[in-house]
């Protein structure tokens, strides 16, 4: 079922399937805002307290606005301005451009399409949201480059999951060792902090970081497994979507508690340093970069 609602002050397209309710913001780069569990109501995703919504203006920060749920970052997450090239010295805007532009909504009974623009690029970003026969939600994703040099890019889903004590990350790399490289931690000693659990609710002070796992995945799995046994999985073409880091944050953060998986196309926040270790994506001229990202709960 998929109908109009609000989310705080915001228009949103509601989808729900069998076992999932998602709430996304076509005027706020089509974000999911909310993810809950049909039967129950628990929330899923990371939200901000209050009545109102912190809108992302295009030429606005990403930091201080909602930032929560779940926003597309396309075409990078940190900003970046190419040396050279035909998109030399246009700077790929902080976190991506898709999350600050409105996308039109085309909704039927059993899809939402939603699609937009670039104002710096020729690209055409699209969509389509509908429930899974497993009663799960399926994304699929279409990003066209219709200008006449190839785009270098990065993609990656800015996933932010509330957190909750005993709630265990799996990924392909269970029980392997496989290397990882820390992008960032407020952490001023040397601990060993854990790949797979948050260590604890401490508001303002907890401890927070993000790494990478430098290997591509082998198989496109990964979610959060809850103390109860339930299990949130994500799912997608390993690939097309190769790397994930993670971001835990235990309270330093906007005295948030989450766990923010982030599936994409190359690591290390930046597709110039991504290329630099040797690893790009690029959507050849007039071609479409396609894939779909699946969600369950059970």
């Not at 090239?85 to 039927?108: F, L, N, S, V, W």
């Not at 820390?182 to 907890?206: A, H, I, N």
């Amino acid at each position: 079922m998929i109908y109009q609602g609000m989310y705080k002050d915001r228009p949103a397209v509601i989808v729900e399937s069998g076992s999932l309710i998602a709430s996304f913001l076509p005027e706020d780069g089509s974000k999911m805002a909310s993810l809950k569990v049909k039967d129950i109501g628990k929330e899923l995703l990371a939200v901000k307290p209050g009545d109102k919504y912190k809108v992302l203006a295009y030429d606005g920060e990403y930091v201080p606005s909602e930032c929560s749920g779940f926003d597309d970052m396309f075409p990078t997450v940190d900003p970046y301005t190419p040396q050279g090239g035909p998109y030399q010295g246009i700077t790929y805007p902080d976190h991506g451009e898709t999350c600050r532009i409105p996308y039109e909504a085309k909704m039927d009974e059993n899809t939402v399409v939603f699609r937009s623009s670039s104002r710096l690029f020729p690209i055409a970003y699209e969509k389509a949201v509908a429930p899974a026969a497993d009663g799960g939600l399926d994304i699929t994703y279409r990003i066209y480059n219709n200008g006449e040099s190839a785009f270098p890019y990065l993609w990656a889903g800015h996933i932010m999951l509330q957190g909750e004590d005993g709630a265990r990350v799996f990924t392909c790399f269970d029980g392997r060792q496989v290397p990882t490289e820390m992008m960032f931690s407020t952490v001023r000693k040397e601990v060993e902090l854990p790949l797979d659990r948050l260590t604890g609710y401490q508001p303002g002070e907890g401890a927070a970081y993000k790494f990478y796992y430098v290997e591509p995945m082998t198989e496109g799995v990964f979610g959060l497994e809850y103390v109860d046994g339930s299990r949130l999985t994500f799912s997608l073409d390993e690939k097309k979507m190769p790397y994930l880091g993670i971001w835990f944050n235990n309270g330093e953060f906007q005295d948030l508690y989450s766990i923010t998986p982030e599936p994409c196309t190359v690591p290390y926040d930046a597709p110039d340093r991504a290329a630099a270790r040797g690893i790009t994506s690029i959507i050849p001229a007039g071609e479409t970069f396609t894939f779909t990202l699946h969600i369950c709960w059970k």
